[in-house]
């Protein structure tokens, strides 16, 4: 069974209303038993109060008040009187209260609104911070009192975040040029030495191995400052059309699809996005050309562009394990058989997810009953799709 849970404002209500509710029921049962008890330390029977025998005629008339007969025949006797009084007090006290009670919850549910306001204005703000956004305070002005002291120390924590979100851009920026910069320069060298004349063939070995080792630096790198990048969210943003996206790397990929051996069919819908071209490019370029690589020759590759999803990318290649799916996310993680020779950084997926994510969006993935995967990436809808463009390249 699922546990029922109550908003603070519900609850608080709730405690409110049925504390008066139990102090009015305590007050109605003490009033109904106070009414209810007869005065035994007052009271005078009427039977032991003393008569004396007045003379006739000495006491002149007095006018005798008239009752209606119907109505002093209601009740036989004063028990009879008391027990409907005490009825009718009962009855109209009952219905007093539940109006009173009624009434309590109404003026609850306002204070509570009034009291939890500042923790409204916390939620608010909490949910329009993001990585691209961090000056929103809260600002509260009220009473020193619990609620300023926690607005006071959500407005600090997010002093501490900004400080640190800077010191990480100032990071990833002083990374890029301090780490590009010797690979560029041992490039450089390689290549001056491997065209000297005299160049030994032992050397030109050599030196292409340490071009292939530096070029796979140079990607791990690029990828590990782009992963930084897309992990602190988006500090821009601008319409897309991501179609036009789709077929430009298409394009650039064709000669690496025919050295696979492999055809890439693209269904692009009109599609626009909000977010950065750079890194939706690398998303869309990580895709379609590990869809590419991770097959096999005489493969296919199908490049979707929509609504829902925005983009889906299915090849086909080695079957892979729906238990193996979740792990190629993850950095470094690589899928490995003996056909299957991994040539990229394992940051390829890693990436997708992360630029998915900086962008509200959700990438997921599972295995194609043909063999290789089935990728869906969920961004945000902002228009409406035209119709469909077809192609072939490969």
């Given at each position: 069974?699922?546990?029922?849970?109550?908003?603070?404002?519900?609850?608080?209500?709730?405690?409110?209303?049925?504390?008066?509710?139990?102090?009015?029921?305590?007050?109605?049962?003490?009033?109904?038993?106070?009414?209810?008890?007869?005065?035994?330390?007052?009271?005078?029977?009427?039977?032991?109060?003393?008569?004396?025998?007045?003379?006739?005629?000495?006491?002149?008339?007095?006018?005798?008040?008239?009752?209606?007969?119907?109505?002093?025949?209601?009740?036989?006797?004063?028990?009879?009187?008391?027990?409907?009084?005490?009825?009718?007090?009962?009855?109209?006290?009952?219905?007093?209260?539940?109006?009173?009670?009624?009434?309590?919850?109404?003026?609850?549910?306002l204070l509570a609104?009034?009291v939890l306001q500042?923790?409204?204005?916390?939620?608010?703000?909490?949910?329009?911070?993001?990585?691209?956004?961090?000056?929103?305070?809260?600002?509260?002005?009220?009473?020193?009192?619990?609620?300023?002291?926690?607005?006071?120390?959500?407005?600090?924590?997010?002093?501490?975040?900004?400080?640190?979100?800077?010191?990480?851009?100032?990071?990833?920026?002083?990374?890029?040029?301090?780490?590009?910069?010797?690979?560029?320069?041992?490039?450089?060298?390689?290549?001056?030495?491997?065209?000297?004349?005299?160049?030994?063939?032992?050397?030109?070995?050599?030196?292409?191995?340490?071009l292939d080792t530096?070029?796979?630096?140079?990607?791990?790198?690029?990828?590990?400052?782009?992963?930084?990048?897309?992990?602190?969210?988006?500090?821009?943003?601008?319409?897309?059309?991501?179609?036009?996206?789709?077929?430009?790397?298409?394009?650039?990929?064709?000669?690496?699809?025919?050295?696979?051996?492999?055809?890439?069919?693209?269904?692009?819908?009109?599609?626009?996005?909000?977010?950065?071209?750079?890194?939706?490019?690398?998303?869309?370029?990580?895709?379609?050309?590990?869809?590419?690589?991770?097959?096999?020759?005489?493969?296919?590759?199908?490049?979707?562009?929509?609504?829902?999803?925005?983009?889906?990318?299915?090849?086909?290649?080695?079957?892979?394990?729906?238990?193996?799916?979740?792990?190629?996310?993850?950095?470094?993680?690589?899928?490995?058989?003996?056909?299957?020779?991994?040539?990229?950084?394992?940051?390829?997926?890693?990436?997708?997810?992360?630029?998915?994510?900086?962008?509200?969006?959700?990438?997921?993935?599972?295995?194609?009953?043909?063999?290789?995967?089935?990728?869906?990436?969920?961004?945000?809808?902002?228009?409406?799709?035209?119709?469909?463009?077809?192609?072939?390249?490969?």
């Amino acid at each position: 069974m699922k546990e029922l849970r109550l908003s603070i404002r519900t609850r608080l209500t709730a405690w409110y209303g049925g504390l008066f509710a139990l102090a009015g029921t305590a007050l109605l049962i003490t009033n109904y038993v106070l009414v209810a008890t007869p005065d035994t330390l007052g009271a005078v029977r009427a039977t032991e109060v003393p008569t004396k025998s007045v003379p006739t005629g000495s006491v002149p008339a007095v006018p005798v008040a008239r009752y209606d007969v119907a109505q002093t025949q209601a009740f036989d006797t004063v028990e009879d009187y008391r027990a409907s009084a005490l009825s009718t007090l009962l009855l109209q006290s009952v219905v007093a209260l539940v109006v009173t009670v009624v009434l309590a919850v109404w003026m609850g549910w306002l204070l509570a609104s009034r009291v939890l306001q500042p923790l409204h204005s916390i939620t608010n703000t909490a949910h329009q911070l993001g990585a691209d956004n961090l000056g929103r305070r809260i600002n509260h002005e009220g009473p020193d009192d619990e609620l300023k002291d926690l607005a006071d120390t959500f407005d600090g924590m997010l002093d501490r975040l900004t400080g640190a979100f800077d010191s990480q851009k100032r990071f990833v920026a002083n990374a890029s040029h301090e780490l590009r910069t010797p690979l560029a320069i041992q490039r450089t060298l390689i290549e001056v030495a491997m065209g000297a004349p005299d160049a030994p063939p032992e050397l030109a070995r050599l030196g292409n191995h340490l071009l292939d080792t530096n070029t796979r630096s140079e990607k791990l790198i690029d990828g590990l400052l782009l992963l930084a990048r897309s992990d602190r969210g988006l500090s821009s943003r601008e319409r897309i059309r991501l179609h036009e996206v789709v077929a430009d790397v298409v394009a650039s990929s064709a000669e690496l699809a025919d050295s696979r051996q492999v055809e890439v069919h693209v269904s692009a819908s009109r599609r626009i996005v909000v977010g950065d071209p750079v890194l939706l490019s690398h998303l869309v370029s990580n895709l379609i050309r590990n869809a590419i690589l991770y097959n096999k020759p005489g493969g296919t590759v199908h490049v979707e562009t929509g609504s829902e999803p925005a983009l889906r990318v299915v090849n086909t290649g080695e079957p892979i394990p729906a238990e193996v799916v979740p792990g190629l996310f993850e950095p470094f993680q690589r899928y490995r058989t003996e056909r299957l020779v991994s040539e990229g950084t394992g940051l390829g997926l890693s990436l997708v997810r992360s630029i998915a994510a900086a962008h509200d969006g959700s990438v997921t993935a599972r295995p194609n009953e043909t063999g290789g995967l089935l990728l869906e990436v969920n961004l945000p809808v902002t228009d409406v799709r035209a119709p469909p463009m077809y192609g072939k390249i490969g």
